[in-house]
């Protein structure tokens, strides 16, 4: 029984994922995400686990990039599309991927080696080596000033235009 004279604990939302399962679908295709969390919805795939792989792989890719950047990140708006920094959102799937293999789905050396240098990248941007290329239009766009919490700012600087 808690403890009632704790106060309350905060409820914390969820932070974003950075892609979704059609992100995944469109980096490795119907067959492989079949092999790897096969469901029973009409796509045949189990999608709350392939949510899962991406939201521990996004708070992984946090760990690293809390160094540098306010995380999680909020991503930016392009023609009404969600937009995270590339190579980053590539890097979390592989990442992703590598997570949903194990019983049934055999990792694969190519699946190791791509999470592999999703961590490399990931250590050189906490190392200041790399960084989180700007959007692809280079700025905010939209109406969202970037003022909110959590929100992606784009600051200029003698460095390029940064996620925040």
């Keep these: 029984m808690p403890d009632a ?13 950075y892609g979704d399962v059609q992100t995944l679908l469109r980096q ?20 709350a686990l392939l949510l ?3 939201r521990r792989a996004s708070r992984e890719a946090d760990s690293y990039l809390a160094t540098r950047y306010p ?11 969600t937009v995270w920094p590339e190579p980053l959102a590539s890097f979390v799937g592989d990442m992703a991927r590598y997570h949903l293999t194990g019983g049934d789905a055999q990792e694969s050396e190519a699946i190791a080696r ?7 990248w990931l250590k050189a941007v906490a190392k200041g080596l790399a960084d989180l290329p700007p959007p692809p239009d280079g700025g905010g766009g939209g109406e969202d000033d970037g003022e909110g919490p959590g929100d992606v ?12």
């Design 5 to 17: 004279s704790l106060p309350p604990v905060a409820d914390i939302p969820a932070a974003p994922s």
């Design 71 to 81: 995380v999680p990140l909020t991503p930016a708006e392009n023609s009404g599309e």
């Design 153 to 164: 700012s784009f600051v200029q600087s003698h460095r390029p235009v940064l996620w925040r």
């Design 52 to 54: 899962d792989a991406l």
């Design 28 to 47: 490795f295709g119907t067959n492989e995400l079949l092999q790897l969390a096969p469901g029973d919805n009409e796509q045949g795939l189990d999608e």
């Design 114 to 120: 791509r999470y592999q240098e999703a961590l490399d």
